[in-house]
């Protein structure tokens, strides 16, 4: 039973690795009644191993302790053999004579192998300075040690996890374009730095909000609000690319925005959330229309220019021909 609680904290509190093992040899020291528990892991090269975490009396000395694979000790002996070793007196034992006994007052030890992937990782090592251990505190040992085994993976899985989040984040908060992403309710779970600004929402204020009340668009020429888009996503798996649209601030500005919204999908094909993606057109379309004018407008005048009166009429007298409609063209001379 105390195992098993030790193993749920294990693999439900916080994957913090100094204090993950450490709290592994706090669980063993517990469970053996021990006054001494240490984990020494072994490194990739397979020729040193260290003791990544110890708890108990002296532990301090243990602590980031590196040795060598080779050093015929007791921790070195269990994990390259995969055997437990319970030895009752470390005096006439050779192997506790050549690891660190001397520095501690310790009277027994029981040492039991960690593997992963069916290959050499740690050793789970426990320490008593008064009684001997049994073999029922054998039993327990390699019991907790194959629980170890369940936890440390969970733990490098999270761990993974995390570090690929992570990495998505930095990822996301250097590139130009606005991100925001919500969950399958449609709440946002996250914005990065250009979505803030373009919203004027912090990340704090707008996590758990409904993404309409942050993602605020209308359509550009009708200016009339757009609820359903989002929902489309969801409920639908539409994609949405390449809009033009008019987001509304925080502080109720106006930007034109090129978005595109899609569902994100599970490996079953089913939606977890959206994804928008957008950045800012304002200043484009606006150099745009500053270009078209331009093109299309004497400079003196601000009048249409010779090609686009000839456009003009041309559609002019088309419209005329085609639709039955009568037009008007007045010729004024303004030099005389």
């Not at 150099?287 to 010779?306: F, G, S, W």
């Amino acid at each position: 039973e105390l195992i098993d609680n030790w193993i749920a904290r294990l693999i439900t509190k916080g994957y913090e690795k100094d204090a993950f093992f450490k709290n592994i040899c706090r669980a063993a020291q517990e469970i053996t009644k021990a006054q001494l528990a240490a984990f020494p892991v072994i490194h990739e090269n397979k020729k040193t191993y260290h003791f990544t975490a110890a708890s108990g009396v002296q532990a301090e000395k243990l602590e980031d302790v590196t040795l060598d694979v080779e050093d015929g000790g007791l921790c070195s002996w269990t994990i390259l053999h995969n055997k437990s070793l319970m030895i009752n007196d470390v005096t006439s034992d050779e192997r506790a004579q050549k690891e660190l006994s001397k520095q501690f007052d310790i009277r027994s030890a029981l040492v039991t192998p960690v593997t992963l992937n069916n290959k050499p990782y740690g050793a789970m090592s426990v320490f008593r300075a008064y009684d001997e251990f049994d073999e029922i505190d054998e039993q327990l040992m390699t019991q907790f040690s194959q629980s170890v085994q369940m936890a440390i993976i969970n733990m490098q899985l999270v761990s993974d996890m995390r570090s690929e989040r992570e990495r998505a984040e930095v990822t996301l908060h250097s590139i130009a374009d606005a991100v925001i992403t919500t969950n399958v309710s449609g709440k946002i779970e996250y914005m990065n730095h250009v979505a803030e600004s373009l919203t004027a929402w912090s990340i704090e204020e707008a996590k758990n909000q409904a993404v309409q009340d942050v993602f605020r668009i209308e359509d550009l020429d009708t200016g009339e609000p757009i609820h359903d888009v989002v929902k489309s996503c969801l409920y639908e798996g539409i994609s949405i690319n390449k809009s033009i649209l008019s987001l509304v601030s925080k502080n109720d500005t106006h930007k034109d925005i090129e978005s595109s919204i899609s569902p994100i999908l599970n490996t079953s094909g089913d939606p977890e959330g959206v994804v928008i993606v957008f950045h800012d057109e304002t200043q484009r379309r606006q150099l745009e229309k500053t270009i078209k004018h331009q093109a299309a407008h004497d400079p003196l005048t601000n009048l249409l220019n010779r090609d686009a009166f000839d456009i003009e009429l041309t559609d002019h007298v088309y419209d005329a021909k085609n639709n039955d409609k009568h037009h008007v063209l007045c010729y004024l001379d303004l030099d005389r």
